[in-house]
């Protein structure tokens, strides 16, 4: 059953029937967040309102069962109680669930019943139950100060005290749970425990969680504590601070949004610890997620930098970064407090003291994770760990914080690549942030930002914009770096050069090696030849790291595999700060792609890896495979460099993400335009082996996903939802720069609607789909929803439009610059027919662009605007291009402020329209004389099916003057206006005359 339920229910329904009407309703509402506190908050209010007795509460709260089963017997309960019970719950569910309120459940005619609410109550305990909801409020800022005076009082024993405090009991939870004891302990214990709130009341302490003053000693720690976080974070380390860059000088915001609420726009950087987007409550872990290179790591670094410096997160008294990358290494079985003293910073007095003190006060701390997908091992949730002294593997200490099994109350922020995120940990995420990267404006000001010479920068600057699919590339931060720390070799390659995420990471490697050549000169055809046992080393590690999920490396491991200091010194790896100190000295790649693409090397280069290792790395897998990817990589690699896992026992996996990373540069490193590169250092035989076995993968596994499409329902188009590997495929044929390849690969797909939404596609991946589709055979509907492809992604698409028939890019961060550019490709389209928009950040300066569209093409069939910033001036723009269109069916543009002005300039223009079906001015803030205006549509049009104009302003005159034009009209199947400006009275009397209005 839907969610969306008549607002207008007969008062006459009974209570029950509108419970059983609901239920599946009701059930989502309490239980869809994987809290049990709404179901828990609602119980508190039947109980007080006398419509539960104690043993019907302890039937339905039974340890262990699940959420669901315990709300689906409360409803059953309910529901055999009678209509009064159920007019009690609907009643409690308006108060317990108001965010709901009118989003689908109708509590209409709900009222408590004010005879129950009368009763008196006479006794402490029976006070306890009437004022649960409140007391359960009011005791979880002082459940031990409670817990004391029940001790002292001789009624709670230390076991009584041990149940409360529970650490996988949230705060609301402890309190119920104290409550629930006192109730068996007698009447004795509830004075106890009113006498102490009404006292605490009295005295004017507060109840909630105000700012807490610590001792000086805890201040000397947490000064400690700022300048070691201030000294971890005040130069670059993702790039391995090659130029000991200073964070404030290169540092440049990436784009950030909510993955649960597309409508709330960017983020600024306190936005990731704020309560915007929350999904679970009772949840403590923030994710923020982003591709490789997104600039994660760094983001993270910003954050501890700002804290230590007291200019942002001041709610938070204590900081604690973690890097996974070291968490990997830690042999040794800890505890919580060991973890957060050994691995970040030691207090030098009253340990013990600090640490309860944190424990006391979970909310004035933040913990950060930095690369959760560099863990070896996979999140699970079955090893619960609650006491926070125990030791255990650290693995097993960081799942329990991030689930909350540990340190409830602490927020902990942790870094991951999205698609290493499964769906257990996600069960325990408070919510998800998305780093998307470089806006354009951000590749500007991080070039500037990079070169201190104003006219190198605007060089830079001037190149990029001449290279679309490098500009695209430069989105990527890590990518961004590369070409500007390239920059010589950028301006000296000729307009066009660089395509690929290959050609950039070759570029840096010819940089790197130049600066190792004793003339610093330039370096003829076989600049990789003389630099070829280095590369072949360093890919070694890199490709034997990739297959173990190995970052970091010891002396022994750069001796195994034959690097020396001649090859530290490329600069490749650098020394990890981190673990050196402790560990001797320590390795690690610049950035983890920088070791994909050295394994990438290695492949391609040695003769020790053959066919079986390209099918492995190209091999599809479903996502709940993935953890079996690094046994089947590490059987593929040559005896000599199959090393035992880094922890002895340790099932150690390769992360699929970077594998396919791998994948993409093997795929580019056997392209046609660099195979001058291998002449010298290796056979062409080898080479032209290993570039079938490639091309071989790649069409095989464009088949394995075109063979999963479903047959279409009798009536349907042809669709095909894009599975997660496609867009990876996508990217390698594109790298590969072979035109016959992607029309091999794409050639025989033969769907109509091609559906891409959610797949994190940017500019990048634009570029590749472009270079792809293109190649189609028949024209196809792409749908590109809730991605990241912006104004630069739009301008990659231009290629492929000829083989579009509509184009959906709801979400997308697209401006009126963007647009401008795609309208002038498509209107030379002859197949292009649809668009839609929602959610994007259009004005009025794109409507001159759609108008010359209309104006343009007579076959055009459907623009959808919704939810923009177009007013009344865009309005009367649109106005000029329909009124010589006369094919268009489908208008959308709910959600903009279009007025009375706009809704009169449109309507003048359609009223003779021949074509339009469906017209949409919901929330335009449209009154009485837009409505008499569009009235004339209705009256004159004889093809206008549908028209929307709920959430308006108008009132009685307006839907009056729209029933004199429906008389006209029989064609008219409704006309929908819910929530505009009238009475029920006049709703039912409107309902009467004219059944085709819809309120």
């Keep these: 059953m839907s969610l969306e339920m008549e607002a207008g229910l007969s008062e006459s329904t009974l209570a029950q029937e509108r419970v059983l009407e609901q239920r599946t309703e009701i059930l989502h509402a309490l239980c869809s967040s994987g809290s049990a506190e709404r179901l828990e908050r609602l119980l508190d209010v039947l109980l007080a309102r006398g419509e539960l007795v104690w043993e019907d509460y302890q039937n339905i709260q039974v340890p262990g069962r699940a959420l669901y089963a315990s709300a689906r017997q409360l409803l059953d309960l309910v529901y055999t109680k009678g209509v009064d019970t159920c007019e009690a719950l609907l009643s409690a569910l308006k108060q317990v669930l108001p965010e709901v309120h009118g989003g689908g459940l109708s509590f209409s005619g709900c009222c408590m019943n004010p005879e129950k609410e009368g009763v008196s109550r006479s006794t402490a305990t029976q006070t306890l139950l009437t004022h649960r909801p409140d007391l359960v409020s009011e005791l979880q800022g002082c459940i031990e100060g409670t817990l004391d005076a029940l001790v002292v009082s001789g009624n709670f024993t230390s076991g009584d005290c041990d149940d409360v405090r529970l650490p996988t009991r949230t705060p609301s939870q402890q309190a119920r749970r104290l409550l629930d004891h006192v109730r068996s302990k007698g009447e004795s214990a509830a004075k106890v425990v009113l006498h102490y709130i009404q006292q605490t009341q009295t005295s004017g302490s507060s109840l909630t969680k105000d700012k807490v003053s610590p001792p000086e000693e805890f201040l000397k720690y947490q000064k400690k504590l700022r300048s070691s976080v201030s000294a971890q974070s005040c130069f670059l380390s993702t790039y391995g601070g090659i130029s000991h860059m200073s964070l404030d000088d290169i540092y440049t915001e990436g784009q950030l949004e909510l993955a649960h609420d597309c409508a709330n726009g960017l983020l600024g950087l306190e936005d990731i610890v704020g309560t915007a987007g929350t999904v679970n409550e009772e949840a403590d872990t923030v994710l923020v997620s982003g591709e490789a290179g997104s600039g994660k790591s760094t983001l993270l670094q910003k954050l501890h930098l700002l804290w230590a410096r007291g200019a942002a997160l001041q709610d938070f008294l204590f900081l604690f970064p973690f890097s996974c990358r070291r968490l990997n290494s830690e042999h040794m079985e800890l505890s919580a407090q060991e973890l957060l003293f050994q691995h970040c910073c030691w207090p030098d007095r009253e340990q013990e003291e600090i ?401 891409l939404t959610y797949c994190n596609i940017g500019p990048v991946e634009c570029t590749a789909l472009a270079y792809v589709l293109q190649h189609l055979r028949k024209p196809v509907g792409l749908q590109l929803d809730n991605n990241s492809v912006g104004d630069v992604g739009v301008e990659q698409l231009l290629p492929c439009m000829h083989i579009c028939n509509s184009l959906y890019l709801r979400n997308n961060n697209i401006t009126d610059q963007g647009i401008c550019k795609l309208i002038s490709k498509v209107i030379q389209c002859d197949n292009f027919q649809k668009i839609a928009l929602f959610n994007n950040k259009l004005t009025d300066a794109c409507t001159q662009h759609f108008s010359h569209l209309l104006k343009t093409r007579q076959d055009f069939l459907s623009l959808r605007l919704g939810n923009n910033n177009i007013t009344a001036e865009g309005a009367k723009q649109l106005a000029e291009g329909l009124k010589v269109n006369q094919s268009l069916r489908f208008l959308g543009l709910w959600g903009n402020k279009i007025g009375d002005a706009g809704a009169d300039a449109l309507a003048s223009a359609l009223q003779n329209s021949k074509s339009l079906l469906w017209l949409s001015l919901v929330g335009n803030g449209v009154g009485n004389a837009g409505a008499c205006a569009l009235a004339n549509i209705i009256k004159n049009s004889p093809s206008l099916e549908e028209l929307w104009l709920t959430e308006n302003c108008i009132t009685r005159t307006g839907v009056e003057c729209l029933i004199q034009a429906l008389k006209h009209n029989i064609h008219v199947k409704s006309v929908w206006l819910r929530n505009n400006d009238l009475s029920l009275g006049e709703v039912q009397e409107m309902t009467q005359l004219e059944s085709r209005l819809v309120f």
């Excluded at 991951?416 to 780093?435: F, I």
């Excluded at 280095?534 to 990739?546: K, M, N, R, T």
């Design 355 to 755: 640490f309860q003190f944190i424990l006391d006060h979970p909310h004035l701390t933040l913990f950060t994770f930095d690369g959760l997908d560099e863990l070896k091992q996979r999140f699970s949730d079955e090893n619960r760990l609650c006491c926070p002294t125990q030791r255990a593997p650290v693995h097993t200490l960081l799942f329990n914080l991030l689930q909350g099994s540990l340190m409830k109350g602490v927020l902990k922020v942790t870094t991951s690549r999205s698609e290493a995120v499964g769906p257990v940990l996600r069960r325990h995420l408070r919510k998800e942030v998305l780093l998307k990267g470089f806006s354009p404006s951000g590749i500007d000001c991080f070039v500037k930002k990079h070169h201190s010479d104003p006219t190198m920068a605007a060089k830079v600057l001037e190149s990029l914009q001449t290279n679309n699919a490098l500009l695209g590339l430069c989105h990527s931060p890590v990518l961004c770096w590369i070409v500007s720390q390239c920059h010589k070799e950028l301006l000296g390659c000729g307009e066009g050069s660089l395509q690929t995420i290959t050609d950039v990471y070759l570029m840096i490697l010819q940089h790197f090696l130049q600066h190792q050549s004793p003339l610093k000169s330039a370096m003829g055809l076989g600049w990789l030849h003389d630099h070829l046992q280095s590369v072949l080393h360093i890919g070694q590690l890199a490709f034997d790291g990739i297959g173990t999920s190995c970052y970091i490396f010891s002396s022994t491991d750069l001796k195994t595999c034959g690097v020396d200091e001649k090859d530290i010194c490329m600069g490749f790896l650098i020394q990890s700060k981190e673990m050196s100190s402790t560990h001797g000295k320590r390795y690690e790649f610049l950035h983890v792609t920088m070791q994909c693409f050295f394994a990438a090397l290695y492949i391609v280069l040695s003769s020790d890896t053959d066919r079986s290792t390209i099918l492995k790395i190209f091999e599809l897998r479903d996502m709940r495979e993935t953890s079996q990817s690094g046994k089947c990589f590490r059987a593929c690699l040559p005896s000599t460099i199959q090393q035992e896992p880094i922890l002895a026992g340790e099932d150690t996996v390769a992360e699929r993400p970077n594998l396919q990373i791998t994948a993409t540069f093997v795929s580019g490193l056997l392209s046609q335009r660099h195979r001058s590169l291998w002449v010298d250092c290796c056979p062409s035989a080898m080479i032209e082996k290993k570039i079938k076995h490639v091309s071989r993968c790649l069409s095989k596994g464009m088949q394995k996903h075109f063979k999963s499409i479903p047959q279409p329902v009798a009536g349907e188009k042809k669709s095909m939802h894009a599975m997660p590997d496609f867009v990876w495929l996508i990217k390698c044929i594109y790298e590969m720069q072979e035109s016959r390849i992607a029309q091999n690969a794409i050639g025989k797909l033969d769907v109509d609607h091609l559906k």
